[in-house]
């Protein structure tokens, strides 16, 4: 069964850091292209980072809005995800999603957003960073 499953959330400083972990199940992370999103309060689901591919040819995006502040990586073997961020700012706050397509490839952005409409998602963590 595929599943997907964040962690390490919380309440964050301005100026501080954060470090997210999403747990795979049920598929391998090589096979898919795996995203980091985030959902602030009254605001659409924003793509932050994605990365795909098989270990010699991986693809990886990430948005202008962290560029920079966040970084993701993937641990295949593991089956982990992980997104860490620092420079915090209040506008970085939301529920943090990981989310798996098997839309695959590196033509384009992996963060176009038809990429993600028949993607599986996890239940989301909370970030919330103090101003």
């Known amino acids: 069964q595929l599943q997907l499953v964040e962690s390490g959330g919380g309440l964050v400083q301005s100026g501080g850091s954060l470090s997210l972990s999403c747990a795979a199940s049920?598929?391998?992370?090589?096979?898919?292209?795996i995203g980091w999103f985030r959902e602030a309060p009254g605001k659409e689901r924003e793509a932050i980072s994605c990365?795909?591919?098989?270990?010699?040819?991986?693809?990886?995006a990430i948005a202008d809005s962290v560029e920079g502040r966040f970084t993701m990586s993937r641990d295949v073997a593991k089956k982990t995800v992980d997104l860490h961020g620092n420079s915090l700012r209040p506008e970085d706050t939301g529920v943090y999603y990981c989310?798996?397509?098997?839309?695959?490839?590196?033509?384009?952005?992996?963060?176009?957003?038809?990429?993600?409409?028949?993607?599986?998602w996890g239940q989301g963590t909370q970030v919330t960073v103090s101003s």
């Open positions: 989310a798996a397509t098997s839309v695959t490839g590196r033509s384009g952005s992996c963060l176009e957003r038809w990429r993600w409409s028949n993607a599986h």
């Open positions: 049920g598929f391998s992370l090589d096979s898919v292209t």
């Open positions: 990365i795909g591919g098989s270990e010699y040819a991986v693809y990886y």
